[in-house]
C-alpha cells in the first residue's frame, strides 16, 4: 500500500466536493480504495458524496461498508444518516444523528445531519433550532448562518433570510450554499429572476449540485405564469426520495382502480372511460412536464455564471 498515494488522492478528492466537482471526487476516492480497501475515512466520505448526487442505494453500501470496517466509527454512522435520509429514511436519519452525538459529543457532524434533516422535512422550526446548536458550539460556521436563513425563507420572512445570506456571503463569497441561501431568500420575497440567477451563481461554483438545479426549477416555473402549473409535479418529483415518488404512483394508480372498478360493477361505462382517458393523459402529462423542464434545466446549465452583485 503507497500511503503518499492515498493521502494525496483522499486531498483531492476533499478539495473536489469543496468546490461541488462529486464526479471528480468519485474518481479520487475510487483511487484512494485501490490503495487502501479497508479504509472506514475513504468508503464514509465516497457514501457521502454519493449521497450529494442521488445515488442514494449505492451510497448505503459504501456506509455499510465503512461501518464493517470500524462499527464505532463516527463518519460511517454520518454517512449512513445522510444515505438514509435521501433515501426517505427520515427515522434512520435521525437515529444515525444520536448515535453520533453519542460517540462524538463535541463533535460538529451530528449538528451537520440534524440540519439536514430538517431541511429535507421542510420543518422551519427544527432547522432554526438545529442551526442555533451549531452556532453555539462553532459561533463562526457559515453553514448555520446559511441554515438560519433557509429556516426563515421557509418561514416566509424573507427580508431575515436574505440578510442572514448576505452575511454568509460576505464571510465566503464563493461557497455554493451561500449563494443558494441568498436565492431562496429571493424566491420568498417573490424575487424570482434573482433568485434564477443566485441558483445559476450556485451551480458555477458546484457543477453538481442538486439543490442548486432545484432553486433554478422552482423559480424557473413561478416566471412562468400561464404554464408554470404544468411542471409542478416535475418540481416534485426532483426534490423527493424513491421512496416518496414510488408511494404517490402506488396511491395514484390504486385509487384509479378502485374508482374504475366502482364504476364498471355499477355500469357506468361513460364515466369509467372518462376516467380511463383521463388517468392515461395525466400520466402522459406528468412525464412529458418532467422531461421538459428537465431539458430546459440542462440548457440553462450551459451558460451559468458567478453573480455577486445581488
Known sequence: MNLQHFHAAMEMAAAAVQRGSYHAALEHYADALTENPESAEAHARLSICLSRMNRRFSAVEEAERALRVDPEYPLGHIALGYAALFTGDVRGARAAVERVRKLEPDGDSAFYLRCDVALAMRNGKELRAAAMALLAQSP???????????????????????????EALRAEPEDSLAHECIGWAFFAQRLFAQAKEAGQSAL????????????????????????????????????????????????????????GNFLWFYNQSLAFDILNYGAWVVSFAIVVSYLILTRILQNEARNVRLVSDY
Open 140 to 166: 463562526e460556521d457559515t453553514f448555520g448562518v446559511c441554515m438560519l436563513s433557509r429556516a426563515a425563507a421557509m418561514e416566509g420572512r424573507g427580508a431575515e433570510a436574505e440578510r442572514l445570506a448576505r
Open 204 to 259: 458555477s461554483l458546484s457543477p453538481d449540485n442538486p439543490s442548486a438545479f432545484l432553486l433554478m426549477a422552482a423559480s424557473t416555473l413561478r416566471q412562468r405564469w400561464l404554464t408554470g402549473w404544468f411542471f409542478w409535479f416535475a418540481l416534485w418529483a426532483t426534490q423527493n426520495s424513491e421512496r416518496s415518488f414510488m408511494t404517490a404512483v402506488i396511491i395514484y394508480s390504486g385509487v384509479t382502480m378502485v374508482l
